[in-house]
């Protein structure tokens, strides 16, 4: 059983969400500020962390930059009531993996929470596979049948992601924010250059495709079984 951390300030909001997780066949584990929530960790294995930004003595931000300064990668879903762009962008480049805007959806966070144990199992061993396509997160390759192709960093870090969430959409404005240096003059056309780019390098494997959602963004889906 996952062991998924609530760090969260508001009483009534943190025991809804360890009652949702509870039923859903997680361990909760409550922290009621960001102090707590360090000292959890010392004492208590922790597969995914659910934190609030707004939080006393130890906001969000500074816990995420926390753990990762500590070389501690355990995935982080931030869940806050702060929407703007500037806020993500902050959440991002303090480590956070996810980010989800109150008042949250049950089913969306659960989804949410799934696909990002299964990108840390990912992470874990270095290596994502869809049908007989393997990534190799370590050399930046996409072997498939004994063909083995290099990828550029951006391009492969893009199929990476998009494979790890097969079937979630994902806004150019978010590849943009989790691929591309934010201070950079790059604009969001870029992502639509590399899509192309994989399109074609890939356009004869038959284990997946990246599909456009018009009016949304992209998302990879699987045609030969699951991504694992």
Known sequence: MFHIMVAEDDTNTR?????VLSQNGYEPVPAVDGADALEVLDRQHIDLILL???????????????LRE??????????TARETSADK???????????????????????RIAALLRRSNIA???????????????????SRKGAVQELPNKEFMLLF??????????????????????????DERTIDVHINRLRERFRDNDDFEIV???????????KNGTAK
């Open 89 to 111: 962008i902050l959440g991002f480049r303090a480590g956070t993996d996810d980010y989800m805007v109150k008042p949250v959806d049950d089913e969306e966070m659960l989804l």
């Open 124 to 142: 874990n061993s270095h290596k994502l596979t869809a049908g007989d396509t393997v990534l190799d997160y370590d050399a930046l390759t996409v």
């Open 70 to 79: 500590g070389g501690c990668n355990i995935p982080v879903l931030m869940v």
């Open 15 to 19: 025991k809804l969400m360890c009652t």
């Open 161 to 186: 992601k998009l494979l790890s969430y097969q079937n979630k959409i994902f806004t150019r404005r978010q590849l943009m924010d989790e691929l591309w240096d934010m201070e950079s003059d790059t």
């Open 52 to 66: 609030d930004v707004m939080m006393p003595k130890i906001d969000g931000f500074e816990f995420v930059r926390t």
């Open 212 to 222: 456009t959602v018009r009016g949304l963004g992209y998302k990879a889906v699987i």
